[in-house]
């Protein structure tokens, strides 16, 4: 039986998901497993119990990955779940930034008075008409889950589209456009797009990526949309170049006191992922990651140790190791399992920056006996008996 634990509100479409082999705990120190959406998990402090993190969304800054690294426990993320709303929300922004509505709206609330408003309307929507964007270049940076959406629909309406991103993975280039411009240099989306949409992790390589130097290699009038993190952008820059007309609207998605109410803005209340299908498939698939690693050891979409599935053991024993990524570990560990007469039918190891993970699956059930030898082992983070 397993404990987990949520530390914001989980969808109950999620939630159902569970068997019988898990329990909802009110005490976050007996839980193995803990649900999160936004809640800030750095001043927590983790139980030894925990095991692992599920985060039902994309982004994790509110995770102390380094620390749960350390003490072993996996972090899981939701790639792809709200991509969809993320996306029918970035298409949204780029037509309320190239037809000015948002403005057009404004004048009709200010003039419910006037009796002539529909005459006078003729005479004012001008200033509000915008342009269209069939025809125009649309620059993507970043061609993950939503990116990738993002190209799609673009190229459906007539726009020319431009992706960037140097580590584009094997399945977002399977399920984009192939008429797409994948260009090597992000400077080439700077120079040439009429519209650029954000859509990379925040990172210290990518914090204020868009910012006096880049917008100064833009074309004059260019549509900025930011619907990835705030922390992208340097907002006080981009309100220089509003103000020097270099850009012509900026969308963010993240209300703040830099861009709230200023002059060529439009500040969504962080609703991108917030509808209510986002939010069930984010909840559904966070369970599923998390269920498959305390059942079965397996690992899939964490963002702090390596993938690694090998499915429903099928012997009578699995041992699941974390671990420093290290030259001999796998000789050690093999050699603790034979000096104990143990045979091992599989195994699998992964490894991702500083940290390994390794799955062994034995003929006969590992003993407290071989479990303290491997934890004896030195670079050896956590040692579970999985079956």
Known sequence: ??????L????????DNFTDNFKATEDVNAAEGILVRSAAMHDMELSENLLAVARAGAGVNNIPLDEC?????????TPGANANGVKELVIAGMLLASRDIVGGIGWVKDNTSDENIGKSAEKAKKAFAGTEVQGKKL???GLGAIGVKVANVAKHMGMEVYGYDPYVSVDAAWNLSRDVKHVLNVDEIYE???IITIHVPLLDSTKGMINKDSISKMKDGVILLNFARDLLCNEVDILDGIKAGKIRKYVSDFPNSTTAGQEGCIVIPHLGASTEESEDNCAKMAVKEMMNYLENGNIINSVNFPNCDMGVCQQAG?????????????????????DEGINISDMMNKSKGEYAYTMIDVETKADDSIINKLNSIDGVIRVRVVK
Do not use: E, S, W
Request: hydrophobic content about 45%; glycine content about 8%; proline content about 2%.
């Open 318 to 338: 699995r041992v699941a190791i974390m671990h420093t990524n290290t030259a001999n570990m796998i000789t050690k560990f093999t050699a603790c399992f034979g």
């Open 69 to 77: 690294a350390k003490k072993g426990i996996v972090v899981f993320n």
């Open 139 to 141: 620059g993507i940076i």
């Open 192 to 194: 040439q797009c009429d």
């Open 1 to 6: 039986m397993f404990n987990y634990y949520c």
């Open 8 to 15: 914001n509100p989980i969808a109950k479409v999620g939630l």
